[in-house]
C-alpha cells in the first residue's frame, strides 16, 4: 500500500517538476541575456569588477592560513566598498545598470559587500572561526549569483536536466 500512495504521489508531482524546470530555466536565459545586452562599457567594468573580486577572494587564502588578518582585513574592506564599480561609473552609467539589471542582481551583489563587511569586521577583531564562515559564506554568494547571471560563462553551474528514466 505504502509503494502504491509513493507511485502516486510521484505521478501527480512529476508534471509540475518539469513546469518548474522550465521556469528555471526561463528565467537564467531572460537573467543571462540581460547581462549579454549591456553596453560593451559597462559589460567591461562589471567584468573588471568581477576580476577584481576574484583576486581578492583568492588573496585571501594564503593570508588566512598564515594568520594575517590586517590584510585580509584591507582585503574585505576593498571588497565591501567596491573595487571599480562605485569608483568608475558615471550617473548615467548606475541609472542605465538599474534599469538593465533585475533587482534579483542587486540583491544578490548587496548580500555580497555586506559579507564582506561582515569578514572585515571578523579580521579586524582577529576571529579566525568567524573569517572562516565569512569567507565561506561568500564563496557561496558568488556561486549562487553566477548560477542565476553567468552560466554563459561558468556552464558547469548550470543546473543538470533530469534525464528521462524509464523502467
Known sequence: MHFFI?????VA???????????????KTENISEIKALPDDLRNLLSQEMQALQSGMMSIIPAYISGN?????TTAEKMKSSY????SLTKSQVKELHSA???????KDQRFHYLAGMLE????????????FYFSEMNESCVSCHMVFATHKFPALM???????VH
Open 6 to 10: 509513493s507511485v502516486v504521489l510521484l
Open 13 to 27: 508531482v512529476l508534471p509540475t517538476m518539469s513546469y518548474a524546470e522550465e521556469k528555471i530555466k526561463h528565467v
Open 69 to 73: 588578518w590586517g590584510e585580509i582585513e
Open 84 to 87: 571599480i564599480l562605485k569608483q
Open 101 to 107: 539589471l533585475p533587482h534579483e542582481f542587486f540583491e
Open 121 to 132: 569586521h571578523a579580521a579586524k577583531n582577529r576571529k579566525s572561526e568567524l573569517i572562516n
Open 159 to 165: 543546473p543538470k536536466t533530469r534525464s528521462k528514466h
